[in-house]
């Protein structure tokens, strides 16, 4: 298959961050770690980018550095490659330190995203055994509802729970995710 990867956020816009953890924490946790949103989701794509192509499928990167593209760029990008499906990956953010876990988000009403965000998920909780927050239907998200093929958001995680942050900066974690996308993916061509 043709596959668009698209590394959230970059350059100007790092994503969520975790930044003064020490002030800004409810109390629950506390580490020393500051994480880039855009940085690990890089991380992930480059990973993830290797392990489709050893899979025998074709991958194009929207970005492959530290640069800001637009949401409407990341788009056309994926629908000028004629990508068959896309994956965008990101990591979470929430108020409450505590909120963990994984989802993968699609478009509503489209079959086949549906379809292949249920395949990524199963296999990401197996692999990792996070939480399970399974997969949610999302009309407001630009790259699912412009792109032109089967999409899905991945929320590898949230960076504000200090477990998580962890996780997403050890590259053996990302290994075994994006290893667990790729099997998903296969699962879904399967099906
Ligand atoms: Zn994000």
Redesign the pocket.
């Known amino acids: 298959m043709k596959i668009a990867i698209l590394a959230?956020?970059g350059g100007s816009d790092s994503?969520?961050v975790d930044p003064i953890e020490k002030e800004q924490n409810d109390g629950i946790y506390q580490d020393d770690i500051y994480t880039e949103?855009s940085d690990v989701n890089l991380k992930a794509a480059k990973i993830l980018e290797k392990i489709l192509t050893n899979n025998g499928h074709e991958v194009f990167m929207a970005r492959d550095r530290d640069v800001y593209i637009s949401l409407q760029n990341r788009t056309h990008f994926a629908n000028d490659n004629n990508a068959d499906i896309v994956i965008s990956l990101?990591?979470n953010a929430a108020a409450n330190s505590a909120a963990e876990g994984i989802e993968t988000l699609h478009y509503p009403g489209s079959e086949n995203g549906q379809k292949l965000a249920n395949n990524v998920q199963k296999r990401m909780i197996k692999a990792s055994n996070a939480t399970d927050r399974g997969i949610k239907e999302r009309d407001n998200l630009y790259v699912l509802r412009k792109t032109l093929m089967p999409a899905v958001l991945v929320e590898m995680g949230f960076l504000t729970n200090p477990k998580e942050e962890h996780l997403l900066n050890e590259r053996e974690y990302l290994y075994l995710l994006m290893e667990a996308v790729a099997a998903g993916v296969d699962d879904y061509e399967r099906e």
């Open positions: 959230g956020h994503g969520a949103e990101h990591a």
